[in-house]
């Protein structure tokens, strides 16, 4: 076995760890119950027929709960947008496979994790394209997104994914920007958009402005910070030096975002 297949395998095992918490986090309010009740009270009222008087004069007696099992059911998005900048090149110790390479290896594995949950995932590697503006001046750039994951599927082999070496500049905003465009797109009940960066900016300012417009729209929106940086300043975050560690961490902390304890 290639020692990349070997990571990977490790990677997707490391993953798993959160599936239960984050289904349970992403079940439907209706189906958490197991059981519904339909019908009318068997609390008292001359509507009541007792059972025996019932049964002995022919009657039947309708007013009674009747119990249906419900089957719970996962309505939810991920979505992922991945710094692509020059930094997300550097090795990581104890592996062969870059930074970029170990997000690329995330991505595959937070696809087959939503194949097995039921939840649509993509993730795209986010390079910075045209500058955007408003009234007050420059406030970054517009993404231009790469797929590397599409409706849970790759869209090229992983090791053609793990050996591309980005190249580009950093915009944190321009992230966050581009995963929550994605997730808005989704009409799943949870949506969540997730940035991965390594990256340090002065666009991390424009986070908390990003982050209300997300809760407004019902967007969980989550930062990564990966390779060691600080996750001050970013939503929901996460800090993770490598892959391996996204992959063990991602779960139980996406099902506490989802139930606001992130």
């Not at 760890?17 to 009318?40: C, D, F, H, P, V």
């Not at 039947?60 to 309505?75: F, G, I």
């Not at 649509?120 to 500058?131: K, N």
């Not at 950093?170 to 581009?178: C, D, F, L, N």
Request: hydrophobic fraction near 40%.
């Amino acid at each position: 076995m290639s020692s990349l297949k070997r990571e990977y395998e490790e990677l997707v095992r490391a993953m798993r760890r959160g599936k239960n918490a984050l289904r349970l986090a992403l079940i439907s309010e209706r189906g958490a119950k197991g059981y519904a009740r339909a019908g009318s009270s068997l609390a008292g009222g001359q509507a009541l027929i007792r059972t025996y008087k019932s049964a002995a004069a022919g009657l039947v007696n309708n007013d009674r709960y009747k119990r249906r099992l419900v089957t719970p059911e996962v309505s939810a998005s991920i979505h992922v947008a991945v710094d692509a900048s020059g930094s997300m090149g550097q090795s990581v110790r104890g592996s062969k496979v870059s930074l970029s390479g170990h997000l690329m290896m995330a991505s595959h594995a937070l696809a087959d994790l939503g194949k097995s949950l039921k939840v649509g995932v993509e993730s795209h590697l986010c390079f910075l394209a045209g500058h955007r503006h408003n009234a007050f001046g420059q406030t970054g750039y517009d993404a231009r997104l790469v797929p590397i994951v599409l409706g849970n599927r790759p869209t090229a082999s992983l090791k053609a994914q793990v050996e591309y070496r980005p190249t580009d500049g950093t915009h944190v905003a321009s992230y966050a920007r581009a995963a929550l465009a994605l997730a808005e797109r989704s009409t799943a009940k949870h949506r969540i958009a997730v940035y991965m960066t390594d990256g340090f900016c002065s666009s991390l300012s424009l986070l908390p402005s990003l982050h209300e417009m997300a809760r407004a729209r019902g967007v969980y929106l989550v930062g990564v910070v990966m390779g060691g940086e600080s996750a001050q300043g970013h939503p929901n975050a996460v800090e993770c030096l490598n892959g391996a560690e996204f992959a063990s961490t991602v779960g139980l902390h996406l099902a506490k975002v989802v139930k606001g304890r992130g």
